[in-house]
């Protein structure tokens, strides 16, 4: 299996605690679906990795994260990260806004359950991203300075209150200068 470059790997479980991105050295996209049954978390262990040693490429997380290492842990080349229903504590952007080449973030269901997701974009930020979805994600507002990720070519926000569309409102809505610059935003919210 030494060709491998795709795999995912459904149902995971707690007796997976000495998995590491380390163990996938060779992969281009990896997918780890945690057991939805699983009382335990994803272990923050799992990103423990040789950073340019890894060749990961495109990363999908569903389920449960003990927590979002620091950028040191995350593969270098990642270029393509989804986080679904990790339920973290922390805002989630505090870290990814360090993931220098990443292109395409996908945050979706119950991503972050904490108190406050304060989402500063601070300066130089995901210098490459144009790709941005927030599906599902309790989100009140955009994230502050989203204008200066002046590489972003599509905004997807899924599953919001109609409340919040209002906000996007070109000229006038609380949020339109924050997207005004991105070439495609596609909004769908509930009834």
Request: hydrophobic share 40%; proline share 4%; glycine share 4%.
């Amino acid at each position: 299996m030494t060709s491998l470059r795709i795999l995912g790997v459904h149902d995971v479980t707690a007796t997976c605690k000495e998995l590491s991105l380390d163990c996938f050295g060779r992969l281009d996209s990896l997918t780890l679906a945690w057991k939805t049954e699983e009382d335990s978390a994803i272990p923050s262990s799992i990103f423990s990795t040789s950073q340019h040693k890894n060749n990961l490429q495109v990363l999908y997380l569903r389920g449960p994260l003990e927590g979002l290492p620091d950028v040191i842990c995350m593969p270098a080349s990642l270029t393509e990260l989804t986080l679904e229903s990790t339920r973290l504590q922390e805002d989630p952007l505090l870290m990814l806004g360090k993931l220098g080449n990443l292109q395409v973030l996908r945050l979706r269901h119950d991503v972050f359950v904490g108190k406050e997701m304060v989402w500063k974009i601070e300066d130089e930020a995901i210098p490459k991203l144009r790709e941005l979805e927030i599906e599902a994600c309790g989100l009140v507002m955009l994230p502050q300075d989203l204008q200066k990720v002046t590489t972003l070519q599509e905004l997807k926000v899924v599953h919001i209150h109609r409340d919040f569309c209002q906000r996007f409102r070109t000229n006038d809505g609380e949020d339109w200068q924050k997207i005004r610059h991105i070439p495609s935003v596609i909004l769908y919210h509930d009834s």
